[in-house]
């Protein structure tokens, strides 16, 4: 790995805690593999809930000096940051696809996309305005004042390793809180190479600790039972989420909650299909179908439904499948075999039921963690694809008469994160964005993601927001100050 790189101080295996790089206690280490091999690539330090609880200490003890400095001064260091990222992005973008398996163009835009978090919260920090209240009363004066809520922890998953964690360390940071961040076992290399470039960039020791293990639920323990933490923010799915939740009602945590989704993508008859199409791809087969807010339903109504899917799945052929080093791919792994497993369950248990495979359907000739692209069609409500995500590249094609049964099929889920459809009548538009149930509606658009825009959900998909003008509240308390005897 380290023959890949420019700069090989960016590989680094030990933990990251109170600014300085340890094995666990136990000296114990865990294997990092590469998805399209299984070659492992790198030995991790694994860390106990003894490791975690001193790194919360030194989250703890660097947080009045972080919290002190002026939100300008925090964000010199978060700028020399972003742009220490932006440098280093071929380099980062290597580790990235080595680890995760996603082609090395998508490496480099996570890059670009994680980084961007850390220029905006940079930004935005400086403008986390308090307010001065009209007084009801002559003698008194009203204000609130914004401050940090203070350590936070962030747990992170394997699909984005690189923007999960600047999107929640970004404002963490920014706001003057100090962190601990326990990345997905997947995927540790991502986060250490982050943490080599805030050292660089000026960021304190102990304001950043990144503690890296495959004992999840050990350091989850520590993490939500802490009582110096006082913000968990986790992405991930959503039965570890409720665990986590109901972890942290002990000491009353805040939470920060981005889910698991089962996101409709409706194509009405008046769209444009080839749009509808293109938009279907990057929804649907995007990281390998592995994001959270990737299409999980495909709804298209009558009149165009065969037209689309014939579209969908002739695009669909022509996606190059490989290893992320092997080429021009536009389709890698998916992380592991229980990933592969799942999409092939969806697959057999969707045709069981009567629906036909257009393309795909079958694991592909590469072997390992390989499946190929599929679209599927004539597929229906009762079918497990319907209400489970499948993370994978798998694009199911239900079929829809009219614009309230569209609504309905797209709502019967209890997630809620992203939704798509595709109309040009200006009236549907409205009506459908304001009916479907979800955090974030893309309308003839099917990549919605940007530093500047609130990502969340509703329903069982989450709590709060990140990225955005509100994802810095998240990180923020406000404190009323009533000044009397005036
Ligand atoms: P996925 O199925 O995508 O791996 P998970 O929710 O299992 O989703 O993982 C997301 C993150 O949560 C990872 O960092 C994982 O290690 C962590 N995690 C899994 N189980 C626990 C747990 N019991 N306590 C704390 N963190 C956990």
Redesign the pocket.
Known sequence: LTTLLNDPGLLQTRAYINGEWVDGEAAANFAVSNPASGDSIAQVASCSAADTRRAIEAAEAALPAWRALPAKCRAQILRRWFELLLQHQEDLAQILSLEQGKPLPESRGEIAYGASFIEWFAEEAKRAYGDVIPSPFGDRRLVTIKQPIGVVAA?????FPNAMITRKVGPALAAGCTVVV????ETPLSALALAVLAERAGVPRGVLNIVTGER??E???E?TGHPAVRKLS????T???K??MEQCAGTVKKLGLELGGNAPFIVFDDADLDAAVQGALASKFRNTGQTCVCANRLLVQDGVYDAFAEKLAAAVRKMQVGAAHSGEVQQGPLINAKAVAKVAEHVADAVSQGAKVLTGGEPHPLGGNFYQPTVLTEVTEHMLVAHEETFGPLAPLFRFSDEAEAIRLANATEFGLAAYFYSRDVGRIWRVAEAIEAGMVGINEGLISTEVAPFGGIKQSGLGREGSKYGLEDFMEVKYLCFGGL
């Open positions: 747990i992170t998953p394997w699909n326990k990345p997905a076992a999840a639920s350091i989850g323990g993490l986790f992405t991930g799915s039965r570890i989420g665990l986590l």
